[in-house]
């Protein structure tokens, strides 16, 4: 669990506390810098956090409640606070006057929104492929994300109810029986082998099948539904879809619970995409200072909207099979009921579940609910608006809208409920002598509060009320972002075979494919998107090397086979095999390397290299064919380690001294030999007694003092 706090409420010292009176009689959060000494900086383990106060000139302080406020739409929480000053630290009451007049402030309010968080750890999605499917995997190339079939859309349980969805799932057209329903009625493939088709023909504009899906509010996930739960169309009807799993934290509980009771989730949800009441601020996570959103929850759900719902342009969504009815203006009555209805119990929650004075200034945590997740999507980078973005309290996240070949960014946001605090100062009462006491405005308390007893016999006295107004906040704070991208496995280098006929000066090349598993990819999904393409690279001088054949491209081969039947007419289906013949130069040396390409043209590796060579004889050609082995450059050290003891003798006329020179800049140091001006550096030169040939030889000597006296 890890604590999280309004970033200005972290404090170091008694002048960067917001509320200084807080500091002085409670306790703020701390986080402690790694501080450097003679071994490095402290590790960040044992970086110290916690909450401590900075009392300095108040000696004591008591803590009075009084009643609560219940005449307001979110019932408040009212207590004074008497407070007694360390004499030591005055010198008279103007003093006194000054210091409390800058710890505590009536200007305004306080915000504090602490609250610990069970961090979620998010596992990375997983692009899963079920088979391969041509025809729709080239429509993505050609449509945008949000026009492709989503199967969260498709799979709708309750979709037979909800003619928008339907409509928009199925891409039904004008020329479908009332009944159509694809995964139900007809197959999914009929949908995707139709897909051109159906959108040029639907019923509706074909913008709205991509804007309406901009927003898709995924809600009809039951709180205790198991993972694994059937669906209409299962997720293997789809040749590709991507899966993210995400922590389940949702309980059936507190606002949870009201949300789903009165069918709120949705308002909620949708007051949040059109970023009602939100602001910007700064929370402490894990010793960082994060940048976040935050919706006012009580505007939220004390506005309009709350009673009233109705489905935007933009929005599309998958509600609880009760709710579907609800949607519109038509069954205002019940969404009004319903709206009422909640306000109580919510009202109800927000009471109960929130803390009082006692409770911000000890820092003790808030009252923190997990709504769920915003799943942001955007295309190829960031830096533009999401294409899509999803609203779920589901456990698992599913896309099928992903055009080939193209990068997709997902950010998961939680969406996180924290019932914190605002609470204000006001009436503070200050002593001026032993007996009067006076506020802000200069006038002199007629009557002292109940309580008063307990600071009367101190010199320096000041009390103050305080209200405390439950701040409940929606926080939108990122916990993964990750990259996806559909694209097909590369595959297997093909096998080839060489032969030729002996009457002509051609060398011919049958290709096959190359079933092998590979990375621990499955083989079989790998070989549905190769379709027999093979490429030829061709050089007439050996490489240097592998990469010189990308420069060195001769042909592509893609043969078909026609097949015929009586009754219905000849088609062509792809042939996996391949076959080619180029005509070289005979008694000359070519070197070749082949490569197998996919459906989509992605490329395997290059095979090996082949030096290829066509000899002629007297009657006949005969080719030669062997691996070519790319010469590799060495770069070779060598050394010579002495076995035996080596004399040396120095030149004696090195060892004559001039007149000029000084014995004392000759000295014989621990760590150098004898050196002039400390220098360790020797030259040898050797000669050969058999051959007369010379080689100098550059050393360096150190004195060992455990050898040499």
């Known amino acids: ?92 009451q103007d003093q006194w006057n000054d210091y409390i007049g800058n710890t505590i402030s009536t200007a305004g309010s306080f915000l504090d929104h602490q609250f610990t968080l069970a961090m979620p750890e998010v596992d990375a999605g997983v692009l899963v492929k079920n088979f391969h499917h041509p025809t729709y995997e080239d429509f ?19 979709k037979d109810k909800d003619v928008i969805v339907s409509r928009i799932g199925d891409l039904k057209t004008s020329f479908d029986d009332p009944s159509y329903m694809a995964g139900v009625t007809n197959p999914v493939n009929d949908l995707m082998e139709q897909f051109e088709n159906r959108i040029l023909n639907y019923t509706g504009s074909v913008q709205e099948v991509s804007t309406k899906q901009r927003h898709v509010f995924d809600l009809h996930r039951n709180l205790n539904a198991q993972r694994g739960a059937s ?15 995400l922590p389940n934290l949702l309980r059936s509980e507190g606002l949870n619970f009201l949300l789903s009771e009165y069918g709120k989730r949705k308002n909620l949800f949708q007051s949040i ?63 009004s009921v319903n709206a009422v209805r909640f306000l109580s119990s919510f009202r109800n929650l927000a009471s109960s579940k929130s803390r009082s004075y006692r409770d911000v200034i000890n820092s003790n945590s808030s009252e923190s609910f997990f709504l769920g997740y915003k799943i942001e999507k955007y295309l190829d980078n960031d830096a533009t608006q999401p294409i899509q973005t999803y609203y779920t309290n589901d456990i698992v996240f599913h896309d099928t809208q992903m055009k080939y070949g193209r990068k997709y960014i997902y950010k998961t946001k ?25 506020d802000e405005g200069g006038n002199l308390a007629e009557q002292f509060p109940q ?52 009457q002509k000066p051609y060398v011919e090349f049958f290709f096959s494919p190359m079933y092998e598993d590979r990375d621990g990819v499955d083989d079989s999904i790998r070989m549905e998107y190769f379709n027999g393409n ?12 592998m990469s010189e054949f990308e420069d060195a491209f001769l042909v592509s081969i893609d043969d078909q086979t026609t097949l015929a039947q009586s009754l219905l007419p000849d ?30 043209g992605t490329k395997s590796d290059f095979t090996v290299p082949f030096v290829v060579e066509m000899v002629r004889d007297s009657d006949e050609y005969k080719v030669m064919v062997s691996e070519y082995n790319i010469p590799v450059e060495k770069d070779y050290v060598f050394e010579r380690s002495f076995k035996r003891i080596m004399k040396i003798t120095p030149n004696i006329e090195r060892l004559l001294f001039s007149e000029e020179e000084s014995l004392a800049n000759w000295r014989l140091d621990e760590g150098s030999m004898l050196t002039k001006n400390q220098t360790t550096k020797f030259k040898i030169r050797v000669t050969s007694k058999h051959t007369g040939k010379k080689m100098d030889i550059n050393l360096n000597f150190f004195l060992d003092d455990k050898t040499n006296s």
């Not at 093979?534 to 090397?545: K, Q």
């Open 1 to 92: 669990m890890s604590t999280v706090v309004d970033s200005q409420n972290v404090v170091n010292s008694l002048e960067e506390a917001p509320d200084r009176l807080r500091a002085e009689i409670g306790s703020y959060h701390f986080h402690q810098q790694p501080q450097q000494d003679a071994f490095g900086p402290t590790p960040i383990s044992s970086v110290l956090s916690g909450f401590r106060g900075y009392r300095v000139g108040i000696k004591a302080s008591y803590i009075q409640d009084l009643e609560n406020n219940n005449q307001v739409l979110i019932p408040t929480k009212k207590s004074r606070i008497f407070i007694s000053g360390d004499e030591q630290m005055f010198r008279d």
């Open 140 to 158: 993505t190339k050609s449509f945008s994300s949000n026009q492709l079939l989503n199967w969260n859309l498709i799979s709708y349980p309750f």
């Open 231 to 245: 669906y209409l169309v299962e997720k293997a009807s789809f040749p590709f879809i991507f899966k993210k799993d």
């Open 273 to 335: 995409k059109n970023e009602i009441a939100f602001s910007n601020r700064q929370f402490r996570v894990q010793g960082e200072d994060e940048q976040t959103r935050v919706y006012d929850l009580i505007s939220l759900m004390t506005s309009t909207g709350l009673a009233r719902f109705s489905e935007k342009s933009d929005e599309i969504y998958l509600l609880p099979e009760e709710e579907i009815t609800n949607r519109e203006d038509s069954d205002r009555f019940v969404n």
């Open 414 to 438: 939680a969406l996180v409920a924290v019932l914190g605090s605002s609470y204000r100062y006001s009436k503070l009462f200050i002593s001026q002598n032993e007996t009067q006491m006076m």
């Open 451 to 502: 309580g008063y007893a307990d600071v009367v016999s101190e010199k320096f006295r000041a009390y103050v009320d305080v209200e405390v107004t439950p701040s409940f906040q929606v926080i939108e704070y990122q916990i993964d972002e990750e990259e996806a991208m559909f694209v097909d496995d590369s595959p297997n280098a093909p096998q080839v075979y060489f032969f030729n006929q002996p």
């Open 534 to 545: 093979y490429e030829i690279y061709r050089m007439d001088r050996p490489p240097s090397f």
């Open 571 to 600: 088609y062509s289906r792809e042939n996996m095999n391949g076959y080619y013949a180029d005509r070289i130069t005979p008694n000359q040396k070519y070197y070749y390397a082949f490569k197998a390409t996919t459906y989509h």
